[in-house]
């Protein structure tokens, strides 16, 4: 039964579906703006942290989608060189859109990001969101990432998180065929964090983000709904422009502190960050010598 209902999805893991899927993709920009700023917080906040000191480097975003992400921490941080691929040539124009609207500078391109274009050791900071949870061997992925990394650089790595009912709500849309993201997975925060002896990496921290709309609007961000609605009562756009005032930054930040701690464990998406290190030992760099060859 699990291998038919992967074979099945598997027919959507491919560049045709997510040409066909970003090319239909319809989304108000202030409305992702949203999403980014107020739910993955935690998860920018830990982009940002990793960036190398003085926040001068290149970055690069695998499997970008629309890049906001990306396009946020190059705005917010303008020694930022910052990259994104995507499967989808429409995916990367849409993030070059994205980037435009955003006075942020991102160079885009669609590529396959197990055999990327770039030098060995080319980047600071590498990080992927919803990616790595389609591959069932995510392996080759990882190393060639690791492989365009420099040493000291940051690696990280954001996956569905799998012990929340987000998960058991997935897998019965996947039986029933009726999921849009094709076969995909879900990792624990340990899992994660087994990755870094098997691929020389170290382990630096983990954020977990997002618990479903009741917990997210009405206990995480009840300032910012209530600003929606007004807004949207008095005939106005309730995603621009919004800046939250001291008291709910308090609230936020007292929300980020716990998630610091609980979050990797109960969130419904997980993330991870690696280091590679300066110098890998003799053992494992002869191990990925074995695994690309």
């Not at 920009?29 to 940002?48: D, F, G, K, Y």
Request: charged share 20%.
């Amino acid at each position: 039964m699990r291998s038919n209902i992967r074979d099945a999805c598997n027919l959507m893991n491919d560049r045709a579906y997510y040409e066909r899927f970003w090319a239909g993709f319809s989304s108000p920009l202030a409305m992702q703006l949203a999403i980014h700023t107020e739910s993955r917080r935690p998860l920018l906040n830990m982009l940002a942290d990793m960036l190398p000191a003085g926040g001068v480097g290149r970055i690069l975003e695998v499997g970008c989608g629309t890049a906001l992400d990306s396009c946020l921490l190059a705005a917010a941080h303008t020694g930022v060189q910052a990259f994104a691929c995507d499967l989808s040539e429409q995916a990367a124009r849409i993030a070059q859109t994205n980037a435009k609207e955003l006075g942020a500078t991102l160079l885009t391109f669609a590529g396959d990001l197990t055999v990327l274009p770039f030098t060995d050791g080319f980047f600071d900071l590498i990080f992927s969101q919803g990616v790595l949870e389609h591959f069932t061997d995510p392996g080759p992925a990882m190393r060639e990432q690791i492989r365009v990394l420099r040493p000291g650089g940051a690696l990280v790595v954001d996956v569905p998180q799998k012990f929340n009912l987000y998960t058991l709500r997935k897998h019965q849309a996947m039986r029933e065929n009726r999921w849009p993201w094709g076969w995909e997975t879900e990792y624990s925060a340990a899992e994660l964090k087994a990755w870094a002896p098997k691929y020389g990496l170290q382990t630096y921290g983990a954020v977990g983000y997002q618990h479903g709309r009741l917990v997210d609007r009405l206990l995480m961000h009840p300032h910012r709904m209530l600003h929606r609605r007004v807004a949207k009562w008095r005939g106005r756009n309730g995603t621009n422009g919004y800046k939250p005032g001291s008291l709910a930054r308090r609230w936020e930040t007292m929300w980020d502190a716990i998630d610091s701690l609980l979050g990797p464990y109960m969130a419904i998406n997980v993330a991870v960050a690696f280091r590679k290190p300066m110098t890998q030992p003799s053992a494992q760099l002869k191990s990925n010598r074995r695994n690309q060859n």
